[in-house]
């Protein structure tokens, strides 16, 4: 199966979720908490994970599945292609009437992103990108910043990643800002909106596979919050953090991050 035949499926299966996402801000979803602290969910994402589950596996049944919304299971480590999606990345932000949710779709092969989709329904923004075949926007392409100095930029994260302990040489200079779905904040970097985003605590797989490909796609440059490269479907479903910039943003973020050997 071409890569551009499972971009195809998850554009018009992420324009369906976006359909359902509408339809429930309008009347109002019914929001619940997960158990052990894991935050809210509500109808909406259990219908947008139900339809995109039997929609993309009767299309491909050979391919694994792992979706925020669906009890985990390890026959997916098996497969050669695997869907990674999160229903609506920033719950918090939809349960509330607000418009910065996404839909965030990738098909993974042998553990690296190979197609993904981020779509947000209520601006009509489409991001999607293929390995090898750059980044776009409502189709037209996008490229991360070539910015040089870490001091200045600006950097999507909450405020709480910049305390001091998390930097050896020193809290970065920069101008922090937030938005409620980390899918959107990676395609934003692509976009080149801005420099850079990171979080600093584990982060699950289905929030940033679909950036990640956008952000490398872009001529950025993504690693987990050690400076290590990101691999996806593996049995643990979260990487240490993750910090996403143009690749020299990048590498000064890490400089002042890691300590030196």
Partial sequence: MLATDDLDLLTRAAQDAGQIALRHLTAGPKVWQKPDGQGPV??????????????????????????????????????????????????????????????????VEHGQPIAAVVHLPVPGLTYHALHGQGAFLNGQRIMATDR???????VLAPQSQFAPEF??????????????????????????QF??????RQTWHWDIVAGA???AEAGGKVSDGQGQALHFNTKSAFSDGII??????????????????
Avoid at 89 to 95: C, S, V
Avoid at 148 to 154: E, L
Avoid at 244 to 254: I, W, Y
């Fill in 148 to 154: 040089a100095a870490v001091t200045g930029a600006r």
């Fill in 213 to 215: 490909l956008l952000i």
């Fill in 42 to 107: 509500t109808d909406a994402d259990l219908e947008i994970d139900q339809m995109l589950r039997k929609t993309l596996c009767a299309a491909r049944p050979g391919y694994g599945w792992l979706s925020e919304e669906t009890r985990d299971t390890p026959d997916r480590l098996d497969r050669a292609r695997v869907f990674i999606v999160d229903p609506i990345d920033g719950t918090r932000a939809f349960a509330q009437g607000q418009q910065g949710f996404a839909h965030a779709l990738a098909v």
């Fill in 244 to 261: 996403a910039a143009g690749t020299q943003v990048h590498s000064g973020l890490l400089d002042l991050r890691i300590p030196p050997v």
């Fill in 167 to 192: 930097w050896h040489g020193g809290v970065p200079l920069i101008a922090p800002h937030f938005r409620p779905s980390l899918a959107w904040r990676m395609a934003l970097v692509a976009e080149g």
């Fill in 195 to 200: 420099d850079a985003m990171l979080s600093l």
